[in-house]
């Protein structure tokens, strides 16, 4: 006689899967067909505040739809109790989607989520999304890279973990400089101030700027400036999280843009420009 089926035995059980996916810049749209396919099939998902909730309309509707948000200078909910949640939610059999903004690997925690999974057991797999710097500065027509003015991108956050010195900003703009390096920097608006000071200990005043808040959303602004009045655009414009900032010759793309480009060169020490919105 057969015997009646365990929790372990149950086909639920059996096929419990947890998913890292990127959500993208926020603009729905930009969500790639493998995400969008994954909420659809998920029965849990844990999703950030950035997320846009648009995006959640791909959801079946008997999903359970988890809030955990996380946002710099707000309540958040805490890393090691999403991570148990994953955990927990995946070998109860659900099928979990961590739903995160941006990209799950470009200063979304995934790598210590990915951690945590394994150590109990679990594998997971990951979904990229297009990350908000390359969303940003293209939806101004200009490249992080090119061959006439940046050989490279540096992507790198303005905040540090606490009890960590944070990055070495004098001696990333000596190498920025030389290697002609596009500096992209994620959660950098709280300190601009000092970002920039340290800068220009290796990079000229006159080096180009420019500030992308809410990047690809219909909402987006920008402005335009230098390092060298970077924090002063930031102040006057009234900027504010989430933003990311761009420093680097290839931002002369941006300035093309303005009717007025031609009597602002960044050769010299101009006045920032004038805010531009975008949508």
């Known amino acids: 006689m057969p015997h009646p089926p365990t929790m372990t035995d149950s086909p639920r059980a059996q096929r419990g899967s947890c998913t890292l996916v990127g959500a993208g810049p926020g603009d729905p749209e930009l969500l790639t067909l493998k995400a969008a396919k994954a909420i659809a099939h998920a029965t849990v998902l844990l999703v950030d505040d950035l997320v846009n909730p648009a995006i959640l309309e791909h959801a079946q509707p008997a999903a359970r739809i988890i809030h955990v948000g996380k946002r710099g200078g707000c309540k958040s909910t805490p890393q090691a109790f999403i991570e148990k949640l994953m955990v927990s939610e995946t070998l109860a059999g659900e099928h979990v989607v961590r739903l995160k903004g941006g990209d799950p690997f470009i200063f979304g925690r995934g790598g210590e989520e990915i951690a945590a999974l394994r150590a109990a057991g679990v594998e997971a797999s990951v979904i990229n999304g297009i990350t908000s710097g390359l969303a ?4 101004l027509n200009t490249p992080l890279t090119h061959r006439d003015h940046a050989h490279g991108v540096v992507f790198i956050t303005g905040h540090a973990k606490p009890g960590d010195a944070g990055t070495n900003w004098r ?3 000596h190498t920025a400089h ?8 994620y959660m950098g608006i709280s300190g601009a101030a000092h970002i920039q000071q340290e800068l220009l200990h290796g990079l000229p005043a006159h080096t180009p700027a420019v500030v992308i808040q809410n990047a690809s959303l219909p909402h987006q602004r920008h402005a335009v400036t230098t390092l060298g009045t970077l924090h002063d655009a930031i102040e006057r414009h009234q900027l504010a999280s989430p933003s990311i900032i761009v420093v680097g010759d290839v931002v002369r793309g941006v ?25």
């Open 255 to 279: 300035a093309a843009l303005r009717p007025d480009h031609a009597q602002t060169p960044f050769a010299s020490e101009a006045a920032p420009a004038p805010l531009a919105h975008v949508g």
């Open 136 to 139: 940003g500065l293209t939806s």
């Open 178 to 185: 030389d290697a002609k390096l596009t500096l992209l920097i």
């Open 171 to 173: 001696q990333l703009a």
